[in-house]
């Protein structure tokens, strides 16, 4: 009985696409206020510093991270300040 509720349910997720893996993104973006602190990519955008890892507040305007093109917009807070090709 357990054994066939679970193949239902695992089934039933790959049916609708809740486990489904995203395609590689062909180009990514630079998106500006939505990093943690300290989880930052390089440099500021201001020049305050030139590492990653250096943000000392969450979603400052000028730390960014990388997300995959077209999803930047879709964050509360977030600006897409540069496209870059995905390597």
Same mark, same amino acid.
Request: aromatic residues 6%.
């Given at each position: 009985?357990?054994?066939? +509720? %679970?193949? #239902? #349910?695992? /089934? =039933? %997720?790959?049916?609708? $696409?809740?486990?489904?893996? @995203?395609? *590689?993104?062909? *180009?990514?973006?630079?998106?500006? /206020?939505?990093?943690?602190? $300290?989880?930052?990519?390089? /440099?500021? %955008?201001?020049?305050?510093?030139?590492?990653? $890892?250096?943000?000392?507040?969450?979603?400052?305007?000028?730390?960014?991270?990388?997300?995959?093109?077209? =999803?930047?917009?879709?964050? +509360? $807070? /977030?600006? #897409? #300040?540069?496209?870059? @090709?995905?390597?």
């Amino acid at each position: 009985m357990i054994k066939t +509720t %679970l193949a #239902v #349910v695992f /089934g =039933t %997720l790959i049916s609708t $696409g809740a486990m489904a893996v @995203p395609e *590689q993104p062909s *180009q990514w973006e630079k998106c500006a /206020g939505v990093s943690k602190a $300290g989880k930052n990519k390089c /440099g500021a %955008l201001d020049g305050s510093h030139k590492c990653g $890892g250096q943000a000392k507040f969450d979603n400052m305007k000028t730390e960014w991270i990388y997300v995959p093109k077209g =999803t930047c917009d879709r964050i +509360t $807070g /977030g600006k #897409v #300040v540069k496209i870059v @090709p995905a390597k």
